[in-house]
Each structure stands twice: as structure tokens, then as C-alpha cells.
């Protein structure tokens, strides 16, 4: 039974099979939905993304790979797109079993003999160039449509750097690209997690002097060390939940890799507890600017 999973169910609500496929572009290594072809799959499960346009683009994906009468279960959280599932499904053609369990709605449907919409669910949510950022982005992408306002207050702050750095999280690379307008910086190895981020970075830093991987920044040997700097926005949610162990933990990585006088700087909301992070770490911290709600940290190993 050739069978997909998309994303990680809780697996109390899910059952999975054990030779099931993972095609999740958060998790490093997992096959792409969009390499699939029609009628390769006898089932799929799938926890469907939060984002309106990202969700519809899953789903279709998934019903174009179903072959006939193949079985789709598809979840959500309630308030994360999981009141909306059946009804997107009916778009399709589905007809959705749709139960409420544990603050989430689980459907299941068969592929229907003649979906509708597929191909215009997939237009919307693939890749494309959005004029305004002046670079290739993708629904579901952190901040794909927009300049983060985090992002924006280190551009503006950030000096010009030399030597050998890294972008931890660097989305579509619009960190990096700054950085690289500088001659005196020889090399820049960017970490982004999400597989789409990194097509769409590859495409938006086109500079020989960057290396960009798809992985967790808190994977061991993703980074080179004795670097002279890394810049960050790290992210603090993780399923759908404010974590700020995600910022920690880039901070520690930070301190790992960077040479003595090498230099952070990172971008986080205020609230957040990183400056005792920093100074547990870095030999000096300093606040460069507060702005709109976010600070920006130099920190100085």
C-alpha cells in the first residue's frame, strides 16, 4: 500500500503505517508532494498546514497523487484551519466525514472521480514572485508575502561585515543578501529549515560565496565553526505555540561556532527572555536598538 504523510499527527488521532512516506518540507530529508505523480498513492494522512492558501495547496497535491477511490484522512487543530477542512474539500469534490476530537476535526474522504480545482489550488500556493519583496517567495513560508518588521529593524541597524558568517533561519535570504553586499565577506553558509524557504533562497542569493542548507540549525555539522559572525531572526513558535527554547537554542549554536570576537546579531520581540540567554554565553551584550516592539542584540563571544 503505497501510503503518504504529510506533516507529524498527533498519533493518537491518526494511524500511520509504518512504511509510510513523510513529504513534509519541515522536516530535513522528507520527500517533496510536488515530485509525486497521478495515481501513485493508495492513501495519505495528513495535518493540514494553518495558512488558508498553504492548506489548499497541500490537499490538492495530495488529491492529485490519490489514485481512484483512494483515501485521504486530513486534520487540523480547531482553531487552525480545522473548521474549515470539510468545506475546502468540498471545493474539491470531496465528500468528507468530518469528526470533532481532542480540540481538533479529523476528515476522511476518497478521491473523488473527477476533482475540481486542483490545478488553480496548486497555481495559487506555488512558487512565484512577489513584487514588492523582489523575490521568489511561496505561501506557507514565514513572512513569504512581506518584509518582517524584525527583519527590517536589523537591516536597518546592521553594520557591515567581513570574514566568514552564517544566517541561521534564513527564510528566503533576505538577510544574507544584505550581508553579501559587503566585499570583505568571504563566505556565508545559510540554515533555514523549511524546504521551500531554501528553493526559494537559492534562486534569491545568487552569490557564489553562499552555501545554503536545508536542515535544523541544532543539527550537529551543518555549520562550519570559527566563524567572525552570524545574523538571525530565530523563530520562537513551534506547532503553533509560542517556544522561546527555539531562540535559546540558536543562541547557543551561535556561541558554538563563532571564533573569540566574533559577533552575533540577532532580531527578536521584546518580550521574549533572551538578553539573560545572551549574557549567560557571550562575553558582552548590548542592546543596539529598540523599535516597534523587537530588539536588536549584538553579542560579542
Known sequence: MRHAVYGLPPMDLAEVPGDAVQYSPLIPGAARLEDLSENSLDAATVLAPPGTIERRYVLAQVLRALGPGGRMVALAPKDRGGTRL?????????????????????????????????????????????DNLALCTQPGIFSWDRLDPGTALLLANLPVLKGRGADFGCGLGILSRAVLASDAVTAVTLVEIDRRAVEMARRNVADPRATIHWADVRAPDVVPDLLDFVVTNPPFHEGGAEDPSLGRAFIARAREVLRPGGTLWMVANAHLPYEAALREVFRAVTVAVQANGYRVYEARR
Do not use: N, S
Open 86 to 130: 470539510a468545506k475546502e474539500l468540498a471545493t474539491f469534490g470531496c465528500v468528507a466525514a468530518d469528526q470533532p476530537r481532542r480540540h481538533h476535526r479529523i476528515c476522511t474522504t476518497e478521491r473523488p472521480q473527477d476533482p475540481a480545482g486542483l490545478a488553480e489550488a496548486i497555481d495559487e500556493g506555488g512558487p512565484r514572485h512577489v
